[in-house]
């Protein structure tokens, strides 16, 4: 798949159970930008289930979703960490951790039997986090004369960008966000506004 600008975040945070032969099954989906919210939001869960069997997860950040890491935590091999990122891959989603916590109930499920109640926790955790489309933006800072302060605003609104820092001195300068794709498209209305210039921050 070619790499877009666009792509899906969980809306929010997740929970779900799951009981299975004894054996329960617990799922939270976290928004995440960074290791160190990842690392923040494990421990968390292991704090808070210190008795469980396995805390299992799987994480995926960045917009092209290049950062992908899983483990099974004891379990066994393909059943649990490869099973959560595919419920995060299939969904679409990135900038996602997602743990699923089993406290083991006497009997054995099978690989198969794992491979599902891992996968339906995962998913069913997916699912009440909700889905949030965003897309990669590309700063850009621009000057003009304080005259020209809301051609600025109107220019940019025009392109559902975002405004940033300002900075008034012998004119404006400030600082927007476009999405990557309408880049060259908004350079190309800058043009009928000479007023209006892209400036080194």
Do not use: W
């Not at 779900?16 to 690392?39: C, D, H, N, Q």
Request: hydrophobic share 40%.
């Amino acid at each position: 798949m070619l790499f877009s600008d666009e792509y899906t975040e969980p809306a929010g945070t997740g929970e779900s159970i799951l009981r299975e032969r004894g054996s329960r099954f617990l799922g939270y989906a976290f928004p995440v930008l960074t290791e160190a919210e990842m690392k923040q939001y494990l421990q968390q869960i292991k704090q808070k289930f210190p008795d469980a069997t396995h805390h299992c997860y799987a994480v995926v950040m960045h917009p092209d979703q290049s950062y992908q890491l899983s483990t099974a935590d004891g379990e066994p091999s393909n059943t649990a960490g490869r099973t959560i990122l595919r419920a995060i891959l299939s969904a679409g989603l990135t900038n996602v951790l997602l743990i699923v916590v089993r406290y083991y109930g006497g009997t054995q499920l099978g690989i198969p039997g794992l491979i599902k109640a891992y996968g339906e926790t995962a998913q069913a955790a997916l699912q009440v986090a909700g889905k949030v489309v965003r897309f990669v933006e590309d700063g850009l800072l621009l000057s003009a004369d304080f005259e020209h302060e809301q051609d600025i605003y109107r220019i940019t609104e025009k392109f559902s960008g975002r405004i940033g820092n300002r900075k008034y001195e012998n004119n404006v300068k400030i600082a927007v966000s476009i999405r990557r794709s309408e880049v060259a498209k908004f350079k190309n209305m800058l043009a009928d506004f000479p007023r209006i210039s892209l400036a080194k921050g």
